[in-house]
Nanobody, 116 residues
Framework: EVQPVESGGGLVQPGGSLRLSCAAS????????IFWVRQAPGKELEWVSS????????YYTNSVKGRFTTTRDNAKNTVYLQMDSVKPEDTAVYYC?????????RGQGTQVIVSS
């Protein structure tokens, strides 16, 4: 089973930016919609964003709308989540998946900590 590799997380100050990547040939196939989901400590998995198979349309949960941008480069088999103006409540492990919650993520995720 193909597993995605998420990367780009880290410690960032409130108001800062990060760019997460999701890569895996086959997983990020141009046939698949890709979903970014996150899980904060002690909370359930939460849908963050979706992008369609050719990158023409992206959708966001209200709490990140206007701050996060999802794009994809099918030639590189990579999907990105640009996180701007981050807030402490964005702290979570971020995953990419081809299914929405509650389907469990297949990758290891990348940790994002927003703190001063």
């Amino acid at each position: 089973e193909v597993q995605p590799v998420e990367s780009g997380g880290g410690l960032v100050q409130p108001g800062g930016s990060l760019r997460l990547s999701c890569a895996a040939s086959g997983f990020t196939s141009s046939l698949n919609w890709i979903f970014w989901v996150r899980q904060a400590p002690g909370k359930e998995l939460e849908w963050v964003s979706s992008i369609d198979s050719n990158g023409g349309r992206a959708y966001y949960t209200n709490s990140v709308k206007g701050r996060f941008t999802t794009t994809r480069d099918n030639a590189k088999n990579t999907v990105y989540l640009q996180m701007d103006s981050v807030k402490p409540e964005d702290t979570a492990v971020y995953y990419c998946n081809t299914k929405l919650p509650p389907s469990p993520p297949r990758g290891q995720g990348t940790q994002v900590i927003v703190s001063s």
